[in-house]
């Protein structure tokens, strides 16, 4: 491998047989090229015709974890809680990387690392990161609309309240947005409950609750499937009894039952 060969591929962070043959102008010799590197640790394969560069000067893998997880295929994104984690919104730091895609691929393991595949229910929200090449993710709105559809994948409701709290600011027609993408009421429900109680960041405004409670529907539900707790009438919710919001210790009067 020649330095100008190395240079080219780590500015792709990551790359495939077809970038290498884009150099070479041959592929029999551009899988034989990366036969040799494998061999002589300049490139690591992280799956099958995905593979990164190694700094040759550290020893460590040139592309991060959420450049991997946008180069799995060309519709693939990062969501969930691995989006709250690259926006620094988390305490904690999973080993699983969420991979939204429309194009679905096998769940893997990579340094320890696994990266699993989330179907992608709509492209709307995701962005291309501008300071830090090779990233497609969820903004903020996204990741919270998706995180209260599928709790598990943000560490459930206390880690949700957590990050809650963390958020400085929303756009309240991205949020709408998104929750009519999913169509569903119960994620109105959530939605609105939590931002009321544990968002603390720039005024939403009185419409944007009004609008959650409007299409939330009459059905009572809970806030995690099988967790029992008392019922909030606001939000037709079973809220289970260590997360119901306390206002200066105190709940509000006649709130729950």
Not at 49 to 69: F, H, P, R, V
């Amino acid at each position: 491998m020649t330095m100008k060969e190395y240079d080219q591929l780590a500015k792709y962070k990551t790359f495939s047989l077809g970038d290498v043959t884009a150099i070479t102008g041959n592929e029999s010799t551009s899988t034989s090229l990366i036969t040799r590197w494998l061999k002589k640790k300049y490139v690591v394969r992280i799956r099958k015709d995905l593979y990164s560069c190694i700094d040759l000067t550290t020893g460590d893998i040139i592309a991060n974890k959420y450049q991997i997880a946008s180069a799995i295929n060309d519709a693939s994104y990062v969501s969930h809680h691995t989006a709250f984690e690259f926006f620094g919104m988390v305490n904690q730091v999973y080993n699983t990387v969420y991979v939204s895609s429309k194009k679905r691929f096998n769940t893997f393991e990579f340094m320890g690392t696994t990266y699993k595949y989330m179907s992608s229910p709509f492209y709307e929200g995701v962005f291309l990161v501008k300071n830090v090449e090779g990233i497609r993710i969820t903004d903020v709105e996204r990741t919270f609309v998706d995180s209260i559809n599928l709790l598990s994948k943000v560490g459930g409701i206390e880690e949700l309240i957590n990050i809650t709290k963390t958020i400085e600011s929303l756009s309240a027609e991205k949020l709408l947005g998104y929750m009519e993408q999913y169509n569903k009421k119960v994620i109105f429900q959530k939605v609105g409950f939590f931002l009321e109680n544990y968002y603390n960041g720039e005024n939403l405004g009185a419409a944007f609750f009004e609008t959650c409670q409007l299409k939330s529907g009459n059905s009572v539900r809970y806030l995690e499937q099988g967790r029992e707790g008392k019922f909030l009438a606001r939000w037709n919710l079973i809220i289970p009894e260590e997360f119901i919001p306390r206002k200066n210790d105190v709940e509000g009067p006649n709130e729950y039952i």
